[in-house]
């Protein structure tokens, strides 16, 4: 059975992967649909940023957004003048970073997504008299459906398994900063292997489950 600690450690990974995938939806949808349909010549610049947590070693993302989020940082500077806490080591700073880390785990589905619908479904609405916002909720939206479930679940499923960013960020504190990957460090350090088992089982499980969902339903999309 999981302890005390370990179910908080539970609990706030959950609430960061729900609140994260959240916060991840709702910025990666403009800026994907921005890159499926822009002839700018900043999309290369945009999506190589994008695309950058991908390539860039957790540790590095979490130590200059350590430096930006703290105290004395950019960011750190700013919340405190608002009268804000500082954003290091709290959960608030978890979410930030969570995000970041995980963006192109959401913008590429919905990028992809995007990116199939074409132009010519959105045209012939636009001839039916369907205006801006009609055509987004009645046909990219439902036509994108299948690229929001890949980028929601690969978003919540990417920011349970975080590990460098949340403890550069967020450190180790128990029943605030603390999530389930660092949880099983702590167990493996201290040689409580059975804890550690029992906690990366959970991870395991979990994250197994999501990829077959997203797979059955997109299978299913497919077909239909």
């Known amino acids: 059975m999981l302890n005390a600690a370990d179910m908080d450690a539970l609990w706030i990974t959950l609430r960061l992967a ?29 999506n190589a940023l994008v695309a950058l947590p991908l390539v860039l ?46 963006l192109p785990f959401v913008v590429h589905p919905l990028q992809d997504a995007f990116g199939r619908i074409g132009p010519r479904p959105m045209e012939v609405a636009a001839t039916l008299g369907a205006g801006k916002v009609d055509r987004w909720f009645g046909v990219a939206l439902p036509l994108a459906r299948p690229g929001y479930i890949t980028a929601a679940v690969f978003g919540f ?36 292997y059975g804890e550690a088992h029992l906690l990366a ?3 395991l499980l979990l994250s197994f489950v ?9 299978r299913r999309f497919r077909i239909t």
């Open 18 to 46: 729900t609140v994260s995938t959240m916060v991840l939806l709702a910025l990666g949808t403009p800026l994907a649909w921005w890159l499926a349909h822009t002839r700018s010549p900043f999309k290369n610049t945009i």
């Open 210 to 218: 999501l990829l077959l969902i997203v797979y059955t339903v997109n």
């Open 157 to 192: 499923a990417h920011t349970l398994g975080e590990f460098g960013v949340v403890l550069m960020i967020g450190g180790n504190i128990p029943g605030e900063t603390q999530v389930l990957s660092i949880a099983i460090y702590d167990h493996v350090e201290t040689l409580q």
């Open 57 to 102: 070693p957790p540790t590095v993302l979490g130590f200059y957004l350590l430096l930006a989020l703290s105290p004395s940082g950019p960011v750190g500077q700013i919340t405190q003048t608002l009268g804000g806490t500082t954003l290091a080591f709290s959960f608030a700073g978890l979410v930030i970073g969570s995000v970041i880390y995980s």
């Open 201 to 203: 089982g959970l991870l």
